[in-house]
């Protein structure tokens, strides 16, 4: 292809009512906290909308990025490269159940490094990966700060310490019996 | 008859163990079988390795139970641990008997040899409870701050000798100074609480444990400097900090102590909690700034200070929570009383934490001068696997693996950095002989590639390429290593020098440290030219 003439990537599918419903409330709740008197102030509402609308969807839906940036006064590219620096925010929905093992120092120490085979044979899941199904996403993360337990995992918001071969398969039954 | 006294504590590392199970159980058993009962969901004792900690009231003092799980409050409620004899003369001989019978909390032997003074009231109190943190000595500093020109302050806090407890050390009071010096129409106080060290947790057990402290500390710094907005950066990994915060904010801002005026007398004081996005970097003071501004974690050259040209190009201090909560007993108690702690040029207490693969994990505040082999051996009882210590990481993923030469130097600022270490944020990171130290600097470098924000080249392509040249040393024949070995040290002196901020510019202390003390797991001969021996 020659250079130059590449067109811009199409626009994507438009923002659900309901997406669209959230980023408002998310702004009333973020936008008044925002210093007026400084250039760009509003831009420090961005990573609390990012939040609130993750914390409600499980992820920021794409569309929603040029819908923050004009409500911002923010370019997409800002929007998104934020939203693409950030480990903790997602743009695509993880699985239904989200295994988080610690490998920092800490939780090596005590065998983290090890429990990555196993985590991925068991959970049938690729680290890093959300599983084709949809039923598990297992990351790797990088202190919880339980750090005289490890190793230490997230499962589904909840920490677990001392985390063994055993436990992983636990939570493996467990994600199989509650398939929807 | 009076009500038990109960204690199950909140914390996070308590929760996890199960704590939330043990006071449901706990509460549906009292009430089955009739008995009222007080509980209160306190912060954590530090005692990690044993939480979750049961703690009952005694006139002698609290008794305390662990590791406790649900299903052995039948057994502790049969043998008598809700007995009005429990409360007046303490645990009967069946109670005293029980496997997880502790005794007098404040008697075991690791509790009462640390010198609480930053974390006096976590464990103690209801971290929530107004009344409670009153009780116990809260706002006592910031009356007195009160009272007091704002220039007298700011002195309080040079004399006590306080310096920064993130990892750099700096004198808390000169940076309050400079932003008081600095003429500006607002300025602001941020709290630097993205702890990402692995081996840390005292931030978390703090915002979770006596979050008031954090509070008062701020408006103390607030009043010094003539602030009128704080922010609290928490990291995304501590929800449970961050909810605890935003919860004692909204009840401090309620009953007047901070908000539209401190202590309802004082000037106006608002307070915000920010969460973090999961980047290491922004624990770096101006890359937080630029996330809290809404930006990536992008570190900024300095000058300008943030003190400053810091939040919104406002004078700002920034501080980590340990330093701003140990203000509150610097004006409470007078400076002397916290320099009187410590040793040379490194004033007052630190709250370690000790990690890894240690038998007794938790927290342990110290005054300086105390040595790593008392904290991992007195303290930690050497490793949990029962093997022997082979490496410990004093400081973080950026400290260096000190070596047991030097584990009875008595750990303050100045002593580590003579020999090479660093105290860092006091975390300590315990591993036992079946660490590969090649493995453990492999991994320094790809933690930098992963974490580093990507200004400087010494740091993201010098990290990418040194785990390269680490994993190349280990693979190398051995008439080939030296080629590579001088190529690591050489990279890693270029980004020593040569990087932005203290990512790029310490990861090769650890990797270093790695290949100086155990140069074996590198397939290097011990005896060699290079390093030490």
Known sequence: ?180 | MSRPMVWIPRDAAALAAGADEVAEALTALASRRGLSIDLVRNGSRGLLWLEPVLEVSTLAGRVAFGPVQADDIADLIDRGLLDESTAVSGPSEALAAHPLHLGLTEQLPYFAKQQRVTFARVGLTDPLALDDYAAHGGWVGLDKALAMAPGAVVGQVVESGLRGRGGAAFPAGIKWKTVAAAPAPRKAIVCNADEGDSGTFSDRMLMEGDPYTLIEGMAIAALAVGATCGVIYVRSEYPHAEATLREAIARATAAGHIGAALRGQGPAFRLDVRRGGGSYVCGEETALLESIEGRRGIVRAKPPLPAIEGLFGWPTVINNVITLASVPRILADGAAAYHAFGAGRSRGTLPFQIAGNVKQGGLVEAPFGVTLRELMFDFGGGTRSGRPVKAVQVGGPLGPYVPEKHWDVPIDYEAYAAVGATVGHGGIVVHDDTANLAGLARYAMEFCALESCGKCTPCRIGSTRGAEVVERLVAAPVSLKGAQEELLRDLCDTMVSGSLCAMGGMTPFPVLSALDHYPEDFGLPRSRATGEP
Request: net charge negative; proline share 10%.
């Open chain 1, 1 to 180: 292809m020659p250079s130059g003439s590449t067109p811009r990537a199409p626009a994507g599918p438009a923002a659900s009512a309901s997406e669209r419903e959230l980023l408002s409330q998310a702004l009333a709740l973020h936008l008044p906290d925002v210093p007026t008197d400084v250039p760009g102030g509003s831009a420090s509402a961005l990573l609390p909308i990012l939040h609130h609308v993750q914390d409600a969807l499980g992820f920021v839906p794409p569309p929603l990025v040029p819908e923050i940036a004009a409500a911002l006064s923010l370019s997409r590219a800002e929007v998104h490269g934020v939203l693409t620096y950030y480990h903790h925010f997602r743009s695509a929905p993880a699985g239904r159940h989200v295994v988080q093992i610690c490998q920092a120092e800490a939780c090596r120490a005590n065998g983290a490094e090890a429990l990555r085979p196993p985590a991925g044979a068991r959970l049938a899941c690729a680290p890093g990966q959300t599983r084709a199904d949809g039923g598990v996403t297992l990351e790797a993360v990088y202190c919880l700060g339980l750090c005289a337990t490890g190793p230490v995992a997230m499962v589904d918001d909840k920490l677990r310490v001392r985390v063994s071969a055993a436990m992983l398969d636990d939570w493996a039954v467990r994600f199989e019996s509650d398939k929807p």
